[in-house]
Structure formats: structure tokens, C-alpha cells
């Protein structure tokens, strides 16, 4: 199990996440979701040991990655497909990550076929690969080991719509097997059809947690209003929070009695009053994520160069 409790992660004088916490059970695909710079890629980090929390805690089985016997049989990690030996072929990148990790070097074979890449593929050099190959090897290194555990930051970009619709069957199988998946996307239809749980980031804190069901069901009061601009200062001014539509509807993070108490007391003229419907996960990202008035959610400064993170990972 995957558990976050209370973590902050400060960068100097910026703050990148601050008091986050969420779990993730196995038997679960956990959607990590958020706009850039949220704080998706500093939490992902500090679970496994490349960022250390200035507090609270990120672990994995109740311990932290790095102290872990042999972590990659452990868990399996994909933040970064880009990080890999371009002069060696997969076969080789995977047959050097197996003797690290001290298994069976017939397991190679195995993951190759599993992500795609058996045959002439294997023993082509990964400089040769286009993003979605290289997505499958990281994938492939990722479950070399035969993890419980799968975090993974991006792992569709690239791919092709088969590609996409195979990494779904193939995280679905997993967490069908017991397996526990953290998967962080800006793929919305895709964590929608595959995710179990959703969390969602913004601003370096958590908008919102729970199972898919519970957060799609419904996502506030929609309201719609014969002068847009005074309906939506009539919100503000009581406090309210209210995402635009495109269709020039307001949806407010409201019940429907206290948006219709506080546009009647602005005596603002009403067209529509109604609960959302659930409108799927776009509109719940949509308005987790915006401010008033259409515009993201302020984000935290951006981490230090990886230059200088890997210098304290090392101290």
C-alpha cells in the first residue's frame, strides 16, 4: 500500500506541495491528477527517495523507498521514459537492470513480450526509438522486478491510441492481480476508464480524494443567470467558488439554497438552478483546478534543477 501523510516539500522559500495525503490500496489504480506544476512529479519523487519531505511522510508498505530491501522487487517506477542509454538496445538496458536487481535474466524475455517489444524491436538501440517504444521499455523495467507496486508519471504520453487502450488492459490486469497502481496522466478519458481512485492536486495541495463513483456522481450547483457578470459577483461576494462553462453556465461549489439565497439577496435575476449533472472527469478537473473567473489554479514555484536535487538525493 501506497500511504502520503502530511507531506511538504519546500524548495528553499518556495513551496512546491504542502500537507498532502493520500493512500492507495492494492487492488486499486489511484488516477494522481493536476494542471502543470501542481505538485504531481514533487510528490511522485519524494515517494521514491529523489526528493526527501520536509515533513510528513511518503511510504510504501509502511517504509520509505529507501529503505526498502532491493526496491525494485518492491516497486516499479516510471517518471521519466526519456532516461535511458541511447547506444544500448532493450535488451541489454533490461538485462543490466536484471542483474542489478538480482532476477531470473529469462524474466528480459518476458517483459519484452509483455510490453511489445520482443523480437527485432529488443535489439534495436533505444536512441532509435520513437516515445511510445520508449514508454513500453520503461514499462518493461518497471515490472522487471515483478513489483506489488506501480508508480508511473505519464506513461501513455507518446503512445498511439492502441498503445493507450493496451497500457490501460495491462494496468487493470495488474491491480485485478492485487497489485497497487499510482498513476499520474493528463490523459482525463483514459485515467476515467481505467482508475479505481482519483486525487486530485492543485496549487501543491489536495482539491479533492475519493473513489471514482463518489467524485463523478455530481460536481456542485449549476446556475445560469440573465447578467453573467452580476451573477458571478453575486457568488463571490458570498464566498462562493463558481467555475465557468462553455455554455455560460456557472458551476458553484454550492448547494442549491445557498446559491439561490445569495443571488436572490443580489437580487440577480435567475434562468437555471439545478444540481450538475456528473459531468465526467474533464468537468471535475475543470473545476477543481480553476480559479473564479476561468483562469488555473495558481501553482507553486517549479523544483530546483535536477542537477542540484540529485546532489542532496546522494548527501
Known amino acids: 500500500m501506497i500511504a502520503i501523510e502530511h507531506l511538504t516539500r519546500r524548495y528553499g522559500t518556495q513551496l512546491a506541495v504542502s500537507d ?13 491528477l493536476g494542471p502543470n506544476g501542481a505538485g504531481k512529479s514533487t510528490t511522485m519523487r519524494a515517494l521514491c527517495g529523489l526528493a526527501t519531505p520536509t515533513s510528513g511522510t511518503a511510504t510504501i ?40 536487481l538480482g532476477v531470473d535474466r529469462r524474466r528480459v524475455d518476458q517483459v519484452l513480450e509483455q510490453v511489445g517489444l520482443a523480437g527485432a524491436p529488443a535489439g534495436k538501440r533505444v536512441g532509435k526509438y520513437s516515445l511510445g517504444m520508449r514508454q513500453r521499455l520503461g514499462l518493461a523495467n518497471a515490472l522487471l522486478g515483478d513489483p506489488q507496486v506501480l508508480v508511473l508519471d505519464e506513461p501513455a504520453n507518446g503512445l498511439d491510441p492502441a498503445g493507450i487502450y ?24 483514459e485515467v476515467e476508464a481505467v482508475a479505481d ?36 459577483a453575486a457568488l463571490a461576494d458570498a464566498g462562493i467558488r463558481a467555475v465557468p462553462r462553455p455554455d455560460g453556465a456557472l458551476v ?12 436572490a439577496a443580489a437580487g440577480v435575476v435567475l434562468l437555471e438552478l439545478r444540481d450538475a449533472d456528473g459531468g465526467g472527469l474533464e468537468d471535475l478537473f475543470r473545476t477543481l483546478t480553476q480559479e473564479p473567473g476561468g483562469a488555473p489554479a495558481p501553482t507553486p514555484a517549479a523544483p530546483r534543477p535536477l542537477a542540484t536535487q540529485a546532489t542532496e538525493v546522494r548527501s
Not at 493512500?23 to 489511484?30: A, D, I, K, M, Y
Not at 479533492?208 to 450547483?221: F, H, I, P, V, Y
Request: glycine residues 16%; positive net charge.
Open 20 to 32: 498532502v495525503s493520500f493512500t492507495c490500496t492494492p487492488g486499486t489504480v489511484t488516477g494522481f
Open 166 to 189: 493496451w497500457m490501460r488492459g495491462l494496468l487493470r490486469d495488474f491491480a485485478d492481480r492485487g497489485g497497487t497502481v499510482l498513476l499520474s496522466s493528463h490523459l482525463l478519458h
Open 197 to 232: 481512485q482519483l486525487v486530485v492536486i492543485a496549487g501543491g495541495r489536495i482539491a479533492a480524494r475519493g473513489s471514482k463513483a463518489e467524485l463523478l456522481a455530481g460536481t456542485g450547483t449549476l446556475v445560469r443567470g440573465l447578467e453573467p457578470g452580476r451573477l458571478a
Open 61 to 100: 508498505g509502511g517504509r520509505a523507498y529507501r529503505d526498502l530491501p532491493n526496491a525494485g522487487r518492491h516497486v516499479g517506477v516510471l517518471l521519466d521514459a526519456g532516461a535511458q542509454h541511447g547506444g544500448r538496445t532493450s535488451r541489454e538496458v533490461l538485462t543490466l537492470s536484471a542483474m542489478v
Open 252 to 263: 458553484a461549489e454550492a448547494g442549491a439554497e445557498a446559491v439561490g439565497r445569495a443571488t
